[in-house]
């Protein structure tokens, strides 16, 4: 089990990864793949600018797809913060995630596309608590708090926004920042799904849920064990709106045993 008495410094876990294969704490900044990075009337000037200040062939494609996208097209008509709204809004039809009135926690939160679908769907009498190591621009019905989930006082600050409200539901669409190497991204990413998972059994009232974004490779059999040892039910989702060539999935586990 996680140790929870550590002031500062990374949080341990053992299940997945031996404390050897911890990775490292990551402060740089995140490239997200989904957040909306610019609006339609700076579409070209961001391209354009990527390429005048040298962006490589690589990045001016990735910004060539990303403004091409569908989900974000339509992310922008829509007024949400990122394409990934597109994703929780799926997944949401399809399994009946928000419901008015539910305390919800969303962790990886910035931009805010997740927590704008979960401010609208809980309504005023709901709960979102947000969390990210960036900044995220103030949400109605959202409390956000700012910091590296992998520190202890984030944990406590999130802790304590809630007070003694059981939670509904646990979502978790952090992602680190991703390197290309499988060695090095993986365990990061697992240690991040990890340490959501010891905050949904702290925080969930039985019977919640748990929404997280999990990528396949190493660790992924054993976290998905793990989960079924804590829930009554776990599926999997690849919402739509989830690149295909994205190793990500979705995992929903449901009827928390408390
Ligand atoms: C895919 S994005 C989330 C998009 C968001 N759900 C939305 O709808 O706009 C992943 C997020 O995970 C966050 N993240 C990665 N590592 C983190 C950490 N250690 N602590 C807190 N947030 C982290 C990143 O900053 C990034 O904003």
Not at 140 to 151: L, N, P, R, S
Request: proline share 6%; net charge positive.
């Amino acid at each position: 089990m996680p140790s929870r008495d550590r002031r500062s410094g990374p949080r341990r876990i053992s299940r997945v990864f031996p404390e050897s294969a911890r990775p490292p704490v990551c402060h740089s900044r995140f490239i997200t793949g989904d957040a909306v990075a610019s609006s339609p009337s700076s579409r070209k000037g961001a391209g354009q600018g990527a390429r005048k200040h040298g962006a490589s062939k690589s990045s001016a494609g990735w910004l060539k797809e990303h403004f091409d996208d569908r989900y974000v097209q339509r992310s922008w008509q829509d007024g949400y913060r990122s394409r990934a709204s597109y994703k929780l809004m799926e997944l949401d039809e399809k399994d009946r995630l928000l419901r008015p009135g539910m305390t919800v926690i969303d962790l990886g939160a910035a931009p805010g596309g997740w927590s704008q679908v979960a401010a609208e769907r809980v309504g005023p009498k709901g709960v979102v608590i947000a969390s990210d190591i960036l900044e995220m621009d103030a949400l109605a019905g959202v409390a956000f708090i700012q910091g590296d989930f992998t520190e202890e006082p984030v944990l406590e600050a999130i802790l304590a926004a809630l007070g003694d409200r059981p939670v509904d539901l646990v979502m978790s669409d952090m992602a680190p920042n991703m390197s290309g190497m499988a060695a090095i991204d993986q365990p990061q990413a697992m240690y991040l799904v990890e340490l959501a998972l010891d905050l949904a059994r702290r925080t969930l009232s039985p019977g919640g849920r748990f929404l997280a974004k999990v990528f396949q490779g190493e660790g992924f059999d054993a976290y998905l064990k793990e989960l079924r040892g804590s829930f009554g039910r776990v599926v999997t989702r690849k919402p739509e709106a989830s690149r295909a060539r994205s190793r990500e999935v979705y995992l929903l586990a449901e009827n928390f045993r408390g």
